[in-house]
């Protein structure tokens, strides 16, 4: 049983670029969200999809854009970098009923220069 | 807003010993799910328990165990005979009851494990 698996697992980029991120959701789940964890911090939510739309939203910028594909994986797309979205990104599913546990994969860390 | 405070940035503790990770939270709402995830150097985290917060009984997983005390907002994660593999960074977090989407989380504390 796959578990949540995301990529690429680094990467730099400089100020301004453009960068995404991807992530499948492990198997039976249908909802991914995004949380960023800054450098000895918590996860903060970014946002949540399901059913291919953006059904809420944590306090991030519309620099941040995602998108959820019919076999329920995702994409975070971050626009316009700077050097304060430097962090880890990680992805979390869950499926529907039971206690809404999230299952975590191991991130994405992004270095904006 | 809810927030999730945990007040220990680092803790140590020797193998085979008990520690205890505090956490507090503020929230308005009577409805809702408090969790401790773990997060090894690996980056992953990991789920390691979970208790609903209209259940009086303090849930307890193998030598994972929590003080919940929902007057206080306290939610207390107690590690039995601790080993080298829970040395890793223990996160607080909450969720409403009516609210699946986001989760709260707390600052972390790294957690040290001495042989």
């Known amino acids: 049983d796959a578990g949540v698996t995301q990529s690429p697992t680094h990467l730099i980029k400089t100020r301004g670029q453009q960068v995404t991120l991807r992530c499948s959701p492990k198997?039976?789940?249908?909802?991914v969200s995004w949380y960023q964890q800054a450098l000895g911090q918590g996860p903060q939510f970014i946002f949540q999809y399901y059913e291919e739309e953006e059904r809420q939203r944590g306090n991030f910028p519309d620099r941040f854009s995602g998108h959820q594909f019919p076999n329920y994986s995702s994409e975070l797309n971050v626009n316009a970098l700077l050097l304060g979205d430097s962090a880890l990104y990680l992805c979390?599913?869950?499926?529907?009923?039971?206690?809404?546990?999230?299952?975590f994969g191991e991130g994405s860390r992004l270095t904006v220069l | 807003a809810q927030t999730v405070t945990q007040s220990q940035p680092e803790m140590s503790v020797q193998e085979a010993e008990t520690v205890t990770l505090s956490c507090t939270y503020d929230?308005?709402?009577?409805?809702?799910?408090l969790f401790w995830y773990k997060q090894p150097p690996s980056r992953q985290m990991i789920l390691v328990i979970r208790q609903e917060a209209y259940k009086q009984q303090n849930a307890t997983e193998n030598r994972f165990s929590v003080n919940f005390q929902k007057a206080a907002k306290s939610f207390s994660l107690k590690i039995s005979d601790s080993q080298l593999g829970d040395a890793a960074m223990y996160f607080c977090a909450y969720r409403s009851e009516y609210n699946f989407n986001k989760f709260y989380f707390g600052s972390g504390t790294k957690l040290n494990v001495k042989p």
């Open positions: 929230t308005s709402e009577s409805d809702y799910y």
């Open positions: 198997s039976g789940h249908d909802t």
């Open positions: 979390a599913s869950r499926g529907t009923g039971g206690t809404g546990e999230l299952f």
